[in-house]
């Protein structure tokens, strides 16, 4: 069975608990207080009770011996007198009680022994002033309690808050850093005065970033250094081959050593793109025309239908490699018929194979993987890459998927690559121009 993840933010989370403990001490200083309270009045309620029986018994004493009355409601043995207070009596010497009763108010009682035997007590019920006093307490005390509970939880809100804004700058960053913009500083998006975890987290953030960002800048050095280096003896290959006699065995060379030399041009493309120092060219030029006459050039069978035409400020070169990697892309995995649709700034290239494979729709485009398990087929994975960093270059977006199965709503299935080419072009530092209003207006 799956557990049930309740999803909740640190601000409530701390809010909770701030409430929880001081509701907890609410309740612990309020029962202290309260029997604090109680247990001082009983014990002034005794010391009264006492004064005012030793009052009675002096009264008592100095009174006619022929007429001896108790006085201040006192009495003579009364039956009433609790076993305990009766048992401390037996030795002689004066004592107080106090007997609880079943609605809250204790009696108290106070006993003497008399010279006698007799014994002098004085009841009375605890007086309504100090069972007023004691409800007025316990009103204050929920009053505070409830007071404390919800500062705590606002307090817990306050200070939640301010901790669950600065996770989700720092989330927010990251995410931007994992979609490949390393220039974002975890630690300048969290900002504050305060230092605490956050910053901690935020430094090792941006620590693991630096790090990467060294590794993958060695690795495409290397990369683009061995590309380098393979392009002189590809070169001399190619040129040795040339002057082989004809034969099938020279074909195959020549092949070959062709096959070399574009993966090592890819490769330095590749490279180049990656380092983030292309800028584009960029011309006016209209969309449909242009993708239409570079098409026929390409491949005069495909298709090129212009739903929309419209001017863009794009660079053609760049444009022509995108649109030549997806022609090429769908000759060498998909199947017939290969179309191509324009519709204002978005070119659509669609074939009808089997389609993109699930990796490369969820991933999106990995250098040396085509797709496909035949080695023979030929191709090195690095086209849709390239494509996809010259859209990059561009400011478009190139995204892939599949059409829908055969028969479903008469489609017949097949890749779908979208160029989705940006309204504004990038300016020649990579960057989109700033707006003014009167621009928009």
Known sequence: MRRLALRTGVRWKISIAIAAVGALIALALSLVVHNAARVSML????????????FAQRLYEAASPQKP????????NDPALPPGLRDRIRDNRRATHVDENADGVPDVWAAVPLANGDVLSLHTR??????TIMGDLDRALIIGSVSVVFGGCALGVLIGGQLSRRLRKAAAAAGKVAQGNTEVRVREAVGGVVRDETDELARAVDALTDALNERIEAERRVTADIAHELRTPVTGLLTAAELLPPGRPTELVRDRAQAMRTLVEDVL??????????RAELQELPLGEFVSRRVRLLDPEITVRVVHESWVSTDPRRLERILGNLLGNAAKHGAGPVEVTVEGRVVRVRDHGPGFPEALLRE????????????SVRGHGLGLTIATGQARV???????RNAGPPGDTGDAGGAVAVLWLPEHAPTNTGSFPILRQADLD
Request: net charge positive.
């Open 43 to 54: 014990e002034n309620a005794r010391e009264v009770q006492l004064e005012r029986l030793l």
């Open 69 to 76: 009355s108790p006085k201040f409601g006192a009495k003579i």
């Open 126 to 131: 605890f007086a309504d002033r100090s069972a």
């Open 269 to 278: 493309e590749v490279a180049r793109l990656d380092s983030a120092s292309e």
């Open 364 to 375: 999106g485009p990995s250098r040396f993987r085509t797709g496909s398990s035949d080695r």
């Open 394 to 400: 561009l400011g478009a977006r190139l995204t892939f």
